[in-house]
T-cell receptor, first 116, second 116 residues
Framework: AQKVTQAQTEISVVEKEDVTLDCVYE???????LFWYKQPPSGELVFLIR??????QNEISGRYSWNFQKSTSSFNFTITASQVVDSAVYFC?????????????FGPGTRLSVLP | KAGVTQTPRYLIKTRGQQVTLSCSPI?????VSWYQQTPGQGLQFLFE???????NKGNFPGRFSGRQFSNSRSEMNVSTLELGDSALYLC???????????????FGAGSRLTVL
């Protein structure tokens, strides 16, 4: 069965600090996809990144970086030099290649508060 | 390019009533998924439609139903509302039509339902 765990329920940091959000997943499939989404107070989930199970390269996009490690089933997200605008709930999600359509399993989310 | 549009944004119903929520996907997107978000259960998959056919369904009672029209617009209906149905209902659309876990979901801002 698929499962996504985000052990950190809430994190508070002061602006300009670096912060890492953890994500651990479970799946029996060999082909799967991992996602991170951001949910600001407005409620709309905003896509941040997608990785497939065959691509373990780390990725950096501006102040955001992602570390994918299949050996530990983790897909962690780091924000460097955090800003107040980064305050949101962040969700990690798993999707398996399937012939039965699209079905994301989301983690419980991590609420990040960046204080000025 | 217009995003995913959900209506109504907020609504209040009483127990026993029924409700219909609407979702207009991004132009060209043929897959529409629905998710329920509650503080206790997090984000849970309801169902997914592609080309007017339900392709996948989550673990929700039959009171939850949906449909998709030929223009890809989708509606979901909840009958005999219960207090526990109070939630943010999120609709998402995706561009790619094939059955694959790789599709990036673009979410709407959601419909917040309160059941009294």
């Amino acid at each position: 069965a698929q499962k996504v765990t985000q052990a950190q329920t809430e994190i508070s940091v002061v602006e300009k600090e670096d912060v890492t959000l953890d994500c651990v997943y479970e799946t029996r499939d060999t082909t799967y996809y991992l996602f991170w989404y951001k949910q600001p107070p407005s409620g709309e989930l905003v896509f941040l990144i997608r990785r497939n199970s065959f691509d373990e390269q780390n990725e950096i996009s501006g102040r955001y970086s992602w570390n994918f490690q299949k050996s530990t089933s983790s897909f962690n997200f780091t924000i460097t030099a955090s800003q107040v605008v980064d305050s949101a709930v962040y969700f990690c999600a798993l999707s398996e290649a399937s012939n039965y359509g699209q079905n994301f399993v989301f983690g419980p989310g991590t609420r990040l508060s960046v204080l000025p | 390019k217009a995003g995913v549009t959900q209506t109504p944004r907020y609504l209040i119903k009483t127990r026993g009533q029924q409700v219909t929520l609407s979702c207009s996907p991004i132009s060209g997107h043929r897959s529409v998924s629905w998710y329920q978000q509650t503080p206790g259960q997090g984000l849970q998959f309801l169902f997914e439609y592609f080309s007017e056919t339900q392709r996948n369904k989550g673990n929700f009672p039959g009171r939850f139903s949906g449909r998709q029209f030929s223009n890809s617009r989708s509606e979901m209906n909840v009958s005999t509302l219960e207090l526990g149905d109070s939630a943010l209902y999120l609709c998402a659309s995706s561009l790619l039509g094939q059955s694959s876990g790789a599709n990036v979901l673009t979410f709407g801002a959601g419909s917040r339902l309160t059941v009294l």
